[in-house]
């Protein structure tokens, strides 16, 4: 019912990757996230197998009792409420004593509380709203390379080798579903809260201007008719594209700036004429005429 995006952080990180140096920290978290999301995307691929007869729900950020809480993917069937929490880790890990650990013993926070703690806040939350369902939640690792020494022996726990199996039993569950389902489903959808802002610090003057190449995230440089091509992949984009695409990316990282063609022209690294870029912004924007303050809005 709601397709799956990339979070707001990622989507800057992404940005800022191609425009300014990243900190280490700041590649760290970019690398996680970009992680995290292949594996949910994964296991969204895999829920597709279930067809009609379940309602899925991806990527809640909901809240209970002032309590944010994250919940990667519901699956509503007849007589059950499943919860997922999607893990994408990949190498050698352990378990000792209830704390997990890498290989190097680096301590990483359990995700096995982290499937409790949101099992808990969801139900806390369904029964605000009179709502009672039976929970489910289960813990899922995605990545074929990921092995677990000393795993707890846990039912809610999947792994890799289990996934195939553990979703050919959930396709054999009872499959009627009508409007308890529904309910249950719109109602969490209603409550969805936003994403906190992103806190990394940036400046317009620091990043690089230009188009980046929708393809590999290298710098065009090469026009051709009413084309783009990167001189790095090959890749070839419609004019008219590369440039609202550009304006989305000004407007994400800067959404209080407004969009006038003089900017968009630097932001795009003045590859472009700016009748080109007035022709773009003429037909995906509208223009609001205040003498030299004019500048153009999204056309809703």
């Not at 719109?186 to 969805?192: A, T, V």
């Not at 008719?225 to 695409?245: G, P």
């Amino acid at each position: 019912m709601n397709p799956r995006k990339k979070s707001s952080e990622l989507v800057t990180l992404e940005m800022l990757n191609h425009r300014m140096p990243l900190s280490p920290d700041e590649k760290k978290r970019l690398a996680k996230l970009e992680k995290g999301y292949q594996g949910e995307k994964k296991f969204d691929g895999m829920l597709e197998t279930l067809g009609q007869q379940a309602i899925i729900l991806t990527d809640l950020l909901l809240e209970t009792n002032n309590t944010k809480f994250q919940i990667d993917s519901i699956v509503i069937l007849q007589n059950m409420l499943y919860l997922f929490e999607v893990k994408n880790y990949e190498g050698d890990f352990y378990v000792e004593e209830d704390r997990w650990f890498t290989m190097s013993k680096r301590e990483i926070s359990s995700p096995i509380e982290q499937v409790n703690r949101s099992n808990l806040l969801l139900r806390q939350l369904l029964q605000q709203h009179g709502l009672h369902f039976q929970i489910k939640p289960y813990l899922l690792f995605v990545n074929d390379a990921f092995t677990l020494y000393q795993a707890p022996k846990d039912p809610t726990i999947v792994f890799p080798t289990q996934l195939s199996r553990f979703l050919e039993n959930m396709r054999h569950e009872p499959a009627t579903l009508g409007a308890r389902h529904k309910k249950v489903a719109n109602k969490l959808l209603s409550l969805r809260t936003k994403e906190n802002p992103c806190n990394i610090e940036y400046t317009y003057d620091q990043l690089k201007k230009g188009i980046v190449c929708a393809e590999c995230g290298g710098f065009i440089t090469h026009t051709y008719f009413n084309t783009l091509m990167c001189s790095e992949c090959n890749h070839v984009e419609l004019m008219d594209k590369a440039i609202s695409r550009s304006v989305e990316e000004f407007l994400h990282l800067f959404p209080m700036k407004k969009i006038t063609l003089p900017t968009v022209y630097e932001w795009c690294g003045q590859l472009l004429s700016k009748k080109k870029i007035r022709e773009v912004l003429g037909k995906h924007y509208y223009l609001i005429r205040e003498g030299r303050a004019s500048h153009y809005v999204r056309k809703e």
